[in-house]
């Protein structure tokens, strides 16, 4: 197949590439980095310690994560179109449910509504009918969608935080809520046409042949599949331990919360970057190549943020940190179909993104134990430093092993 440069690229795939990165977007209104901005408010609000607000939250995320094992075949059994008319209203519901929330009940629902729609079935949705409509340049289309994430995240804090100040923080959710409803309908029309892969020609795709016909079944008893889970988890893990308890690292550090969000640019610029240039790389090289080596930015980053206590070193982490989540968007949209082909993509994925959740979950609420328990961030931030160094190091025999299954099936 003939590479289309960038521009034509856009051109003739842009409605499919436009639908993905409007479900990246509003997949923000459930993810840490969005929800922690009003950590403290809700916090003062139901009378909450760090410890039992990371323990609902972590809670709540973990059941949206169960439910994610039951509702994320839906994309292989109905149109994409219709998963969003259904997913959009709910994350809207959950946006809503958390500016009316008086207590601990409703806050709860909120919550579990906001992870399962946002960062559940939004991302789920988008990674998986990416990589069901693309093939040979799969890296290249997620890569692209991806960004709307990032736009989130560059985006919407400052806004969010101006909003709040200005109207209280029950009046960001109210919004949220309304663009969430107004662009699940854009999306849903975008997606009225799906988009059927044109045949391959020239040199085979990445994709293994044999690997179409994998189900969930078969994929769980893989021994490959968890150290892949392992590695890939780690940036929902970490980025949300971080960002989820910002607000007390810059106050023990004797930061104020404009040097956090300062340094929020940067990261995104960098994600930005690393999430393109990862996609190219992906389409020429295939995700086992990079999944040994995309953690060890990160790595780096959480020992400096850990043992540098200056401000520079939180411009640094999120550089870092903004390398590995660049090439991290691309390599969870690309490695599963690769590995396991497309035909069950949907009910395999719906695992994978489990676990993501549930990584997501486990760091802020262990974090927020540990800080309770006296464990300081400092030691926290050095150990997670140690688990991306051993992550990248444990997973490159798995790698050689699947290329190796990889090269005996195209034989």
Same mark, same amino acid.
């Given at each position: ?293 995309? =953690?060890? &930015?990160?790595? %780096? $980053? @959480? *020992? +400096?943020?850990?043992? /540098?206590?200056? #401000?520079?070193?939180?411009? !640094? ?44 979950? =486990?760091? &802020?609420?262990? %974090? $927020? @134990? *540990? +800080?309770?328990?006296? /464990?300081?961030? #400092?030691?926290?931030?050095? !150990? ?28």
């Amino acid at each position: 197949m003939t590479r289309l440069p960038e521009a034509a690229f856009l051109r003739r795939e842009g409605r499919w590439l436009l639908g993905g990165f409007l479900l990246f977007l509003l997949s923000s209104f459930g993810q840490t980095f969005f929800v922690s901005l009003f950590a403290d408010d809700i916090r003062d609000k139901h009378g909450l310690t760090h410890g039992s607000y990371g323990a609902l939250y972590m809670a709540a995320t973990l059941l949206g994560a169960v439910a994610l094992t039951r509702t994320g075949d839906l994309v292989d059994r109905h149109p994409a179109r219709r998963v969003v008319l259904v997913s959009a209203p709910l994350l809207a519901l959950g946006a809503v449910a958390m500016a009316c929330s008086s207590d601990l009940f409703t806050l709860f629902g909120a919550l579990v509504l906001l992870r399962l729609f946002g960062q559940g079935m939004m991302t789920h949705t988008a990674f998986t009918v990416l990589g069901r409509w693309f093939t040979r340049q799969r890296g290249r289309a997620v890569s692209l969608a991806a960004l709307g994430l990032n736009t989130g995240e560059a985006a919407l804090p400052a806004p969010a935080v101006a909003l709040a100040v200005a109207a209280g923080w029950q009046s960001v959710w109210w919004a949220a809520g309304a663009l969430v409803a107004v662009a699940g309908v854009a999306v849903a029309a975008l997606f009225k046409v799906e988009r059927t892969p044109p045949p391959a020609t020239g040199a085979p795709a990445p994709e293994v042949p044999a690997a179409a016909g994998w189900t969930r079944a078969e994929v769980l008893r893989d021994r490959c599949f968890y150290p892949l889970l392992l590695t890939t988890a780690a940036p929902a893990l970490i980025g949300n331990t971080v960002f989820f308890h910002q607000a007390h690292l810059a106050e023990t550090r004797g930061w104020s919360l404009g040097v956090l969000a300062s340094a929020f640019p940067l990261y995104a610029v960098s994600t930005v970057l690393c999430s393109v240039a990862g996609g190219l790389l992906l389409d020429r090289y295939t995700g086992l190549v990079l999944l040994p080596v995309f =953690l060890l &930015p990160l790595g %780096g $980053g @959480l *020992l +400096l943020l850990g043992t /540098v206590t200056a #401000p520079w070193s939180v411009f !640094a982490f999120m550089a870092l940190y903004g390398v590995t989540n660049g090439l991290s968007l691309s390599l969870f949209g690309a490695v599963w179909p690769e590995v396991y082909g497309t035909r069950h993509l949907g009910a395999v994925r719906s695992v994978v993104v489990a676990v993501l959740v549930f990584a997501s979950a =486990l760091g &802020p609420g262990a %974090g $927020g @134990l *540990l +800080l309770d328990a006296g /464990v300081g961030q #400092p030691v926290q931030l050095v !150990a997670l430093g140690g688990y991306c160094l051993a992550a990248s190091v444990f997973v490159v025999p798995v790698t050689r092993r699947l290329r190796a299954r990889r090269t005996a099936v195209l034989r």
